[in-house]
């Protein structure tokens, strides 16, 4: 199909996003936009009208992006290090596999001593760009998000204390400290910093970057109507900025209850950002995923239940929105979505002779 036949049938379509604890759309982090004024496509070929306001909503990655080299290198051995965990079992890579996406690929993830925890792992690829931290927000930075897992008793188990006498130990990670925190060496505060500097270097160019600096060429012609369709139906509303997503906290079924259709029972983490602030306003409401490399780190939304993406764009579409796509539709929408899936720089992984 054209890409001119395409955009026509959009004259069907209401509105559609990819929400809430994955794909959504509101302008209040609490309540639902009103109903976005349908305004008939584009069916220029050139760029449509569409894809200018998608340039204007979405950013392309800052190149080159720029951090300490010396703290990312010894945060990157930090990263993988199965001493920051009570047993010398889980490293942070044990959960966020640089090469599966910055995440496990789990439904939810596995601590120390085999416990399974109760949250999706989110990806730490392109982290750096998300306004706070963690499906809940709890965390404001990268910094402050390093000190939750090595002590929590179901993922690391372990304790700052114990983590930096066993680094410690070490007589190169003394060296490495001193030479990268000449005022104070080895101290947790480093340790984190040093950690989320690494995490700061993990971004990842994708085609959908050459697209948002004007290639039009970036994107193929299905690619390039999906991304007509995620403009015109809303998805920007909350999926924009730099890591399309990661600017606002939505709830997790605005239209349809998403926890019925689910059909299980409710969990401590599906309260999201209650959790936190413990308003009852703010029950079910999670951080707005980034949608970067969003083919790479099923299954989706903050419990794992979608495993595919083109069960999470049709279930978010009838949650969120009250719509039922057909295949058509998702399978344009998804094709975008493969066009943010982004390069792994070299640097993310450990060298081998480590």
């Given at each position: 199909?054209?890409?001119r ?13 990819l929400?809430?604890?994955?794909l ?38 800052p190149d080159?992006v ?10 990157r ?42 949250i999706?792992?989110?990806t ?129 079924g605005?239209?349809?209850?998403y ?12 309260a ?56 058509a539709?998702v ?24």
């Amino acid at each position: 199909m054209s890409l001119r036949s395409s955009l026509k049938l959009l004259g069907a379509l209401g509105a559609v996003t990819l929400g809430a604890a994955s794909l959504e759309a509101c302008h209040n982090p609490r309540e639902r936009p009103p109903a976005r004024e349908y305004t008939e496509p584009s069916t220029h070929p050139a760029t449509p009208p569409e894809l200018r306001r998608l340039r204007a909503s979405l950013q392309a990655l800052p190149d080159p992006v720029e951090f300490d080299q010396r703290k990312m290198v010894l945060g990157r051995r930090l990263f993988h290090d199965t001493a920051l965990s009570v047993d010398n079992t889980l490293s942070c890579a044990s959960c966020h596999a640089i090469n599966q996406g910055g995440t496990d690929r789990r439904r939810t993830s596995l601590g120390v001593r085999g416990q399974v925890g109760g949250i999706n792992s989110p990806t730490v690829l392109n982290a750096r760009y998300h306004f706070v931290q963690f499906w809940d927000g709890r965390a404001a930075d990268l910094r402050a998000q390093a000190a939750g897992p090595v002590a929590n008793p179901v993922e690391m188990g372990n304790t700052w204390p114990n983590v930096v006498a066993t680094l410690s130990r070490s007589p190169d990670y003394v060296a490495a400290f001193r030479e990268s925190y000449p005022s104070d060496g080895l101290t947790e505060a480093n340790v984190r910093d040093a950690i989320a500097v690494y995490e700061e270097a993990l971004v990842t160019p994708a085609p959908l970057d050459r697209f948002l600096r004007g290639d039009d060429r970036a994107l193929n012609d299905e690619q390039r109507e999906g991304a007509v369709l995620f403009e015109s139906v809303g998805c920007t509303t909350c999926h924009n900025g730099i890591a399309v997503g990661g600017t606002s906290f939505q709830r997790m079924g605005a239209v349809r209850d998403y926890f019925a259709l689910r059909g299980t029972p409710l969990t401590p983490e599906d309260a999201g950002r209650f959790n936190v602030t413990h308003r009852e306003a703010d029950r079910h409401f999670f951080k707005v995923p980034t949608l970067r490399n969003v083919a790479e780190t099923g299954p989706w939304f903050h419990d794992g239940h979608a495993t595919t993406l083109e069960d999470a764009v049709r279930t978010m579409a009838a949650v969120q929105l009250g719509r039922d796509l057909d295949a058509a539709q998702v399978q344009r929408i998804v094709a975008f979505l493969r066009a943010m899936t982004g390069t792994i720089p070299a640097y993310a992984a450990l060298p081998p002779s480590t």
